[in-house]
T-cell receptor, first 113, second 107 residues
Framework: DGGITQSPKYLFRKEGQNVTLSCEQNLNHDAMYWYRQDPGQGLRLIYY???????QKGDIAEGYSVSREKKESFPLTVTSAQKNPTAFYLC????????????FGPGTRLTVT | KNEVEQSPQNLTAQEGEFITINCSYSVGISALHWLQQHPGGGIVSLFM???GKKKHGRLIATINIQEKHSSLHITASHPRDSAVYIC?????????FGKGTRLHILP
């Protein structure tokens, strides 16, 4: 079955630690995205990648880093510089920059204490 | 002002009722999405439309490009329809999301 997987579903970290969230897709999609969701707010774009080895900052990239070494994988690192890292993180993919239909992963809920 | 506004923010209805969720946007768009997010967080894409109307089962989505407005309708609502429904618009190479409408269908 084609789809997007994110792991783990729940993640707990101590403040000051970097943490990497996994996102893998087997849809052969070129574009991948990371969003953050906070209570009472719409999804906000952190980073996106339209092709392997290339990525762009979204609206709230500060404190985050990404890599796109493989088409299938787009891991997100939440660094200690991110002031409010506790949130629900969603990964998505689309066939390409001209395709407006995005497919979402199940999400990772990160709690930093 | 948000570029994508949804109404209502919260909606509680009895099983069987006809449900309408509205979405207004203020920017030019290429397409509009309706998404469903269940407790636990997973998001499912319900519709993507750029004009007219689409129907899938008990769900109907309409869009009026001139008025920059879209509606999502649910006929014969059921408790399993309880979820957050999110409107999102595609603009340039980004998607802008509304804050969602939390729907609760009572048995």
């Amino acid at each position: 079955d084609g789809g997007i997987t994110q792991s783990p579903k729940y993640l707990f970290r101590k403040e000051g630690q970097n943490v990497t969230l996994s996102c893998e897709q087997n849809l052969n999609h070129d574009a991948m995205y990371w969003y953050r969701q906070d209570p009472g707010q719409g999804l906000r774009l952190i980073y996106y990648s339209q092709i392997v080895n290339d990525f762009q900052k979204g609206d709230i990239a500060e404190g985050y880093s990404v890599s796109r070494e493989k088409k299938e994988s787009f891991p997100l690192t939440v660094t200690s510089a991110q002031k409010n890292p506790t949130a629900f993180y969603l990964c998505a993919s689309s066939a390409g920059p001209d395709s407006y239909e995005q497919y979402f992963g199940p999400g990772t809920r990160l709690t930093v204490t | 002002k948000n570029e994508v506004e949804q109404s209502p923010q919260n909606l509680t209805a009895q099983e069987g009722e006809f449900i309408t969720i509205n979405c207004s946007y203020s920017v030019g768009i290429s397409a509009l999405h309706w998404l469903q997010q269940h407790p636990g967080g997973g998001i499912v894409s319900l519709f993507m439309l750029s004009s007219g109307k689409k129907k899938h089962g008990r769900l109907i989505a309409t869009i009026n490009i001139q008025e920059k407005h879209s509606s999502l309708h649910i006929t014969a609502s059921h408790p399993r329809d309880s979820a957050v429904y999110i409107c999102a618009v595609a603009r340039d190479d980004k998607i802008i999301f509304g804050k969602g409408t939390r729907l609760h269908i009572l048995p």
